[in-house]
């Protein structure tokens, strides 16, 4: 899944999931998880996420080599915020070779202004990682998680500032990666995604994918 922060990733790659039984494999909760158990790598993320900056390639790198390893990737697996670099698009192409995986890339075009509403108004279940919308998903109850009534939070990444930042760090560091895919010849196909219910965007994502 290729686009800029709060093109729908995140929930796209969920949808699939749901649709093909293949892992979501997302380094931004990866690394998420690392700053939960507040271990000295944990830290370190957590005031690179904060600024809105991308972590080194080689951490973003090893976190999916490893996660690879594991036997439930062989059908099939959904790559979501990674590769972000041309480095990490280099090394994506590498491990999927070695396991013989053809990669196809979604690339969701969402207007940026529609971006900066749509991330502002994200919300998250601290318990169940559970995602919702002011807007287009909101709770049953306001700010309190339908599956288990936790208090829902705002990532501090989806600050406006922070966002503003991470759509500059997309456009200077991971657009280029578009060349990459081109250079590569890997499958690409551009997915509309500004408007329209996540469920049709999905359907049109399963399109693309080959029988
Ligand atoms: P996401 O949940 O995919 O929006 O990622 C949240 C944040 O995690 C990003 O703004 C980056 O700071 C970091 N991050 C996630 N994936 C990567 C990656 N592949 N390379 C570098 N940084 C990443």
Not at 29 to 56: F, T, W, Y
Not at 125 to 153: I, K
Request: net charge neutral.
């Amino acid at each position: 899944m290729f686009g800029p922060p709060g093109s729908g990733k995140g929930t796209q790659a969920k949808l699939l999931k749901n649709h093909l039984g293949w892992p979501h494999i997302s380094t931004g909760d990866m690394l998420r998880e690392h700053v939960q158990a507040q271990d000295e790598l944990g830290i370190e993320i957590a005031a690179v996420m904060k600024s809105g900056q991308l972590v080194g390639d080689d951490l973003a790198n090893r976190l999916v080599e490893t996660r690879l390893e594991r036997p439930d990737v062989e059908a099939g697996l959904i790559l979501d915020g990674y590769p972000r670099t041309v480095q990490q698009a280099a090394w994506m192409s590498k491990l999927l070779d070695r396991k013989d995986f053809r990669p196809v890339v979604a690339h969701l075009k969402v207007d940026y202004n529609k971006i900066v509403a749509r991330l502002s108004g994200r919300r998250v279940c601290p318990q169940c990682g559970a995602l919702y919308s002011l807007a287009f998903n909101p709770p049953r109850v306001s700010e309190l998680c339908d599956n288990d009534g936790s208090r829902l939070m705002i990532r501090d990444d989806d600050r406006e500032e922070i966002i503003r930042r991470r759509l500059e760090a997309y456009d200077r560091q991971t657009l280029p990666v578009l060349g990459y895919i081109r250079d590569a010849g890997i499958s690409y196909h551009e997915v509309e995604a500004t408007d329209g219910a996540p469920a049709r965007i999905a359907q049109r994502i399963c399109e693309i994918l080959p029988e």
